[in-house]
């Protein structure tokens, strides 16, 4: 069996005005960015369906796995009824930023708890990347279910 998925590679020009806006907001979100050991800055931004956006920013420490990524340290943020459209990354690098496996998993949950699908923009300074659902970032998603 092959697993394929779409999407789109293009400049950030190409984006709606909606993702734009989305982008510029996880771009400022980079500048919260607490990384005084990588030094790699990361933003998120969600939009939410009643058209609010939120932030927030990677967050690290000297012991590391208490350093958390500013997709996870959104998506936790949220109260479990947020519904999120839109999902933006971005970074202190001139290359596009894509989430960690362990933050694909927590969006891939995301999406499935709301059911319905998020999309999903990691941008770079000229080029993002764009999904229309985040279970195209993890096609073997972990479940319980596959536990048991």
């Known amino acids: 069996m092959i697993h394929s998925f779409e999407y789109s590679n293009l400049p950030l ?3 709606s005005e909606q993702d734009r806006e989305l982008v510029d907001a996880a771009r400022k979100a980079v500048a919260q960015a607490y990384a005084p050991f ?3 800055g ?3 931004a969600a939009r939410l369906t009643d058209g609010s956006i939120t932030t927030s920013s990677n967050f690290e420490s000297a012991i590391g796995t208490l350093s958390i990524c500013a997709e996870r340290r959104l998506l936790y943020g949220l109260l479990d ?3 999120i459209e839109g999902f933006a990354v971005v970074s202190t ?3 596009e930023c894509y989430p960690c496996g362990v933050c694909r998993q927590a969006m891939v949950e995301k999406e499935q708890r709301q059911g319905k699908p998020m999309r999903v923009i990691m941008a770079g300074a000229k080029t993002a990347t764009v999904t229309e659902k985040a279970t195209d970032l993890l096609p073997f998603t972990y479940t319980y279910a596959d536990t048991l």
């Open 93 to 95: 690098a001139e290359e």
């Open 42 to 44: 990361v933003g998120a």
């Open 13 to 15: 020009s190409e984006l």
């Open 38 to 40: 990588t030094r790699f």
């Open 81 to 83: 009824d947020a519904i």
